[in-house]
């Protein structure tokens, strides 16, 4: 057992004066400094550095991707048993059963009301521009390149990579041409966010207000809370591309292929592999495996990021593998950041799968020199492939070719769809679907007895939260004195093969309770003299501030803070991020399981009596968890945090930095209002609630997240228990509802 804090108070005490100096030295002395000094094993003196935990700021990615690792194993030796062609057929309905279930449902077909809006005649083709709705509402611009001489024609349809303009660059357009020169029809697409489909446009500038990579992510942030997938809406768009295809005279529905590079290549294997109308399949630049994807540049945009996706033993070679025998080739550069040998690897495991139906030729794989990028011998190859199993032979060399120019190969009037014709977004398409999802959650409120439980037990399974298995005691590195109170620095394993630094700091004065403190800063960010850690000190309290992972010493930390603009959305954290989707976990689950483990060490290591939970911020849905599933957490505050994922989903302009903080799927079964009216009767502080965007919650939005929690308080005969304001939240008045809170 640790020395008691009675005992502790006392040594402290006797070594107060050789500590004094410290105290009396001017704030202004050096900010710097004396975050330092509050550093576990980081710091830059030699005493406060540990070096086995120098890699201590990868841990959250370190600790995801050994999961997926696990999960990725067991896929493996899965498929490396499999020998006869029935055992891989059953292989191939399980994938394809799979796919649908943690991409779609997808929407049922409307009419397409495809319209060509202009037409350009060039030497050898001509163009015509169309736009189609993939969706009531939801346009997509596309082009049509037809050669002058082809009847009942083989057909490509070009997936365009993550460009900003979409297939309308040099890169693509010289592919496109090539194609056309040979005799194929070519149907090109803006994926959404890109081209002419840019859904954040600046009104004023005219200028994108996220870029289309982020764009992406942005937006699937959303989708994957209200259970959708960002994949969905683009894979959706190439199927209805299929449909149009067969309404024109000129196609042969039976020579369709498919073709496109890095983000072309994510939609290229997508749209394979989920409409068994195309008949040849060229990813390129994509196709590697997520064991290497996760060791090397880690999950990328949220459309290359299926929900549960490892989770469910999904892998790149299955995108693949479940069209055989159809003609697939993969195109690889052997410097790409798609890593070469995953995508070897798949090769190899999807050659199985041909062998096995005795096709073998049917798949191919061809590799060139080079980075991210398209090759002469590549593209050579894919000529030749589409040529020999498309059934339109001829010359396959690559080609020089004259591009069109911006006027020539722009679809709508302005140059976008948002400002030349009025329609649906991936916002708006996944807000209705989320309002199906959230009036069924209202409906399910009604009973309180039978849905809390449910509620609870859908956040456990989504949250991926695992209980806490009690381990080693903390490990003690170093003591600061102030006045008043004592600084004890620890850490602690974590869930995985990661530790947990914090801080213990304990008043003079104890009462035996203490709170357990969340900052999405960390640990130090109220801990400086001065802070708001030295308000609950002088109440008598003691305080516990952690680093959780991903925090502080334990990462780059939640830069969601102090971001306003979507323009700051971080690329970086939605990555990581999605590694915790596709697992089947959350960063906020693994993180509510340490503050469990926390509020254990209080009261079995440092004796304490009670436990109170304080959270701000983006970290209130960390500790909204843990205590819905901990009850000795005996009291919650939650500080400034945000009022629900729902609104979250309901702002097209949400927070950028709340992401980290949500749970993929949730809405499917549950809410943060649910884990809050589950803490029932216990007494429940939320000040300065925000809406999803970060913004003052109006009073019908702020009603429709708190009448329930009101309601569930007044049921157990607990609504003395219950605080809740609205609005900027001061300081004063903030220690005065503490008071309240803590009475």
């Not at 600046?202 to 699937?220: A, F, K």
């Amino acid at each position: 057992m640790l020395l008691s804090f009675k005992m502790m108070v006392k040594r402290v005490l006797c070594i107060k004066k050789l500590f004094f100096i410290l105290l009396i030295l001017p704030f202004s002395f050096d900010t710097a400094w004396a975050q330092d000094e509050l550093k576990v094993i980081s710091g830059e003196s030699s005493n406060t550095r540990w070096l086995h935990y120098s890699d201590a700021s990868n841990s959250l990615y370190n600790h995801l991707s050994n999961q997926a690792y696990d999960l990725l194993h067991q896929r493996s030796v899965e498929v490396s048993s499999l020998e006869t062609r029935s055992d891989w057929e059953g292989r191939q309905s399980e994938i394809r059963e799979t796919l649908q279930g943690i991409i779609g449902p997808f929407p049922d077909k409307t009419p397409l009301n495809a319209r060509v809006i202009r037409r350009i005649n060039k030497d050898y083709f001509k163009v015509e521009h169309i736009i189609y709705e993939s969706q009531p509402g939801f346009h997509v611009t596309a082009s049509l390149f037809i050669p002058n001489t082809v009847n009942n024609a083989p057909t490509i349809l070009y997936m365009s990579g993550h460009s900003l303009e979409g297939y309308r660059t040099s890169t693509y357009q010289h592919v496109i041409l090539n194609l056309v020169k040979k005799g194929f029809i070519v149907f090109a697409v803006d994926p959404v966010g890109q081209g002419e489909r840019l859904e954040y446009l600046d009104p004023q500038t005219g200028t994108p207000m996220i870029s289309s990579t982020r764009e992406h992510s942005y937006t699937g942030v959303q989708t994957f809370i209200a259970g959708s997938s960002q994949a969905k809406y683009m894979i959706w768009d190439g199927i209805r591309a299929v449909d149009y295809l067969l309404t024109r005279s000129e196609v042969d529905p039976e020579r369709i292929g498919i073709t496109g590079r890095s983000g072309g290549g994510t939609q290229t294997a997508y749209i394979a592999a989920l409409d068994e109308r195309i008949h040849a399949a060229a990813p390129e630049a994509f196709i590697t495996n997520y064991s290497r994807l996760l060791q090397s540049i880690g999950p990328q945009d949220a459309e290359q990021n299926l929900f549960h996706g490892i989770n469910k033993k999904i892998d790149h070679p299955d995108y693949l593998a479940v069209r055989a025998p159809k003609p697939t080739l993969l195109i690889a550069t052997t410097e790409d950041f798609f890593s070469i040998q995953g995508a070897r690897e798949s090769a190899s495991e999807v050659a199985a799968m041909y062998d096995a139906y005795d096709e073998r030729d049917h798949f191919q794989m061809v590799e060139d020199s080079g980075g991210h990028q398209s090759t002469k011998n590549n593209r050579e190859a894919m000529y030749a492939f589409f040529q020999e199993y498309l059934d339109n032979p001829g010359n396959s060399n690559d080609e020089e070719v004259t591009m069109l120019n911006e006027d020539e190969i722009r679809v709508t009037p302005t140059g976008q769809l948002s400002t030349s014709l009025t329609g649906a977004t991936v916002f708006s398409l996944n807000r209705k679907e989320a309002e199906e999802r959230i009036f069924d959650l209202q409906q399910s409120r009604e009973n309180l007895e039978r849905h809390l439980p449910d509620a609870l037990e859908a956040a456990r399974e989504l949250s991926g939260y695992q209980p806490p298995v009690d381990r080693d005691k903390p490990v003690f590195t170093g003591r600061i004195q102030r006045e008043g109170y004592v600084i004890e620095k620890y850490f602690v394993d974590g869930e995985g093969d990661y530790i947990i630094p914090f801080l213990l700091m304990v008043p003079e004065e104890s009462n035996n309770r203490s709170v357990l403190y969340l900052h999405p800063n960390g640990k130090s960010a109220e801990a400086l003299a001065g802070g708001e850690i030295e308000w609950y000190l002088q109440q008598g309290y003691s305080v516990l501030s952690p680093d959780l992972i991903g925090v502080g010493e334990m990462g780059p930390g939640d830069i969601s803070n102090y971001l306003t603009s979507i323009k700051d959305f971080d690329p970086v954290s939605f990555d990581v991020w999605s590694a915790s989707v596709m697992i089947g976990r959350s960063i906020t689950g693994i993180r509510a399981g340490d503050v469990v483990r926390l509020s254990h060490l209080l009261t079995r290591e440092f004796e304490q009596d009670e436990v109170f939970g304080v959270a701000r911020r983006e970290m209130a849905p960390v500790l909204l968890h843990a205590a819905a599933f901990e009850p000795s957490l005996s009291r919650v505050a939650l500080i400034e945090p945000y009022s629900s994922y729902r609104s979250i989903v309901m702002n097209r302009f949400y927070d950028p930095g709340f992401h980290l903080s949500t749970v993929a799927g949730a809405l499917n079964a549950y809410d943060l209002p649910d884990l809050a009216a589950s803490l029932a009767p216990r007494k429940l502080m939320i000040a300065g609630v925000t809406n999803g965007a970060g913004e003052i919650v109006s009073s019908e939005d702020l009603s429709i997240d708190i009448d329930f929690i009101e309601r569930a308080y007044q049921s157990r005969d607990a609504s003395e228990s219950l605080i809740i304001t609205a609005g900027q939240v001061q300081t004063d008045n903030l220690y005065s509802l503490l008071l309240n809170w803590m009475d």
